[in-house]
């Protein structure tokens, strides 16, 4: 006799998805309605789904379970990452945006969105190998502190690492990956003389102000989850976060077309989104 499988696919409207935004706000304070409808419909069906929930159920543990909800937005909000992920990207930045910045005594970076950290540690030694990093410091921020954590450790899987390592090769580096990790068992932990001008902490795009000057700012492939008001938003508070002739390094799929301070900016390398700020 063959069992039948008692998973039943979870189905949720975008009406009853306006019920979870709502009460996510109301009760907890943090707007996700800016998300946009398909990916956050997406985020909540795998949460349900795990979780063995319907909606009623869900609304519930949100309302009534302690801890649940940072749960609930920590499952929404991340993102996936890795070392010098598009190495194409990288090799631009080390060509169109590095000369620029060896011109400043200090330099600021914000990797904005960066999860649990892969592309700030990637910016770090591509200014090791620059030998701006002295003088730099990387802001890495995300909302979500769950990878924040993982990012501040700083260790990740040696497998995974290694396959960082190719990527890193495809960049034209002076040196090996490995110099810049140390192996024990299966995992690689990231250098502490690689952590020193590094600060990671929480920040929101969606509700959080500008907290400093920046000569560059990524924020690769965190915007496409975003409506267009809330990218208008998010890009105001880039421009506004930007000295004057500073860059801004997006995502494979995002740019600058329709922003209304388009104009403000210069397109430095257009196939890897680099702007620069001169308005």
């Known amino acids: ?17 306006e019920e979870i935004i709502n009460v996510v706000k109301n ?4 707007d996700i309605s800016g998300y946009t409808k398909s990916s956050l419909k997406r985020r909540v069906t795998r949460i349900m789904e795990l979780n063995k929930l319907d909606l009623m159920e869900l609304k519930s543990k949100l309302i009534n379970q302690p801890g649940f909800s940072t749960y609930f937005l920590q499952e929404i909000t991340v993102n996936v990452t890795e070392m010098f992920r598009d190495p194409e990207f990288f090799k631009a930045v080390k060509i169109d945006v590095f000369p620029y910045l060896a011109t400043y005594p200090h330099i600021k970076l914000w990797s904005a969105g960066c999860s ?3 592309e700030v540690y990637s910016l770090a030694i591509l200014l090791k190998e620059a030998g701006l990093y002295q003088r730099a410091f990387i802001y890495g921020t995300d909302i979500n502190t769950k ?10 899987s040696l497998i995974k690492v290694k396959e960082y390592s190719e990527n890193f090769i495809k960049t034209e580096p002076k040196s090996s990956l490995s110099e810049y990790y140390t192996a024990m068992y299966n995992a690689a932990t990231i250098n502490n003389n690689l952590k020193q001008n590094i600060l990671f ?7 959080d102000r ?3 000057e920046f000569q560059m700012i990524t924020c690769r492939n965190v915007l496409i989850y975003f409506d267009t008001n809330l990218q208008e938003k998010v890009l105001d508070l880039f421009y506004n976060s930007l000295c ?10 995002e740019s600058l077309v329709n922003y ?3 104009g403000k900016f210069k397109v430095v390398n257009k196939k890897h989104n680099i702007y620069q700020k001169i308005g």
């Open 201 to 207: 902490s929480q920040h929101s795009l969606v509700s």
């Open 116 to 118: 649990t950290g892969e």
């Open 210 to 212: 500008a907290f400093n």
């Open 244 to 253: 004057h002739l500073g860059f801004l390094c997006l995502g494979s799929k």
């Open 1 to 17: 006799m063959v069992e039948l499988s008692s998973k039943i696919a979870v189905m949720i409207t975008f009406e009853e998805l």
């Open 147 to 156: 990878v924040l954590e993982k990012a501040k450790r700083g260790i990740y």
């Open 27 to 30: 009760l907890h304070g943090y």
């Open 260 to 262: 209304k301070n388009a």
